[in-house]
């Protein structure tokens, strides 16, 4: 009797579960790198390029003592960008 259940035990065949590789698995949906991302604007800056900044537009004193419209908290190491009026 010990021998037929270990025959029929070892006759059933486990369920194999296949993992495809991760170069083969789908990329992330586009909706949840979106979210991730912290929310902000496109400027142009003076200089004329192109600049995403995440913060407010403050108006600062320059210092020739006039007022300029700045950008604040830019990508990359920039805390105050001018901006092109």
């Excluded at 037929?4 to 369920?15: D, E, G, H, K, R």
């Amino acid at each position: 009797m010990k021998a037929l259940s270990v025959l029929l035990l070892a006759s059933i065949s486990l369920p194999h579960v296949s993992i495809p590789p991760a170069h083969m698995q789908s990329p992330v949906p586009v909706q949840q790198t979106q979210a991730q991302r912290a929310k902000g604007k496109w400027y142009l800056a003076r200089t004329g390029h192109a600049v995403y900044c995440y913060g407010p537009v403050m108006t600062v004193t320059s210092t020739s003592g006039g007022i300029e419209r700045v950008a604040t908290f830019c990508k990359g190491d920039r805390l105050l960008v001018p901006l092109k009026d």
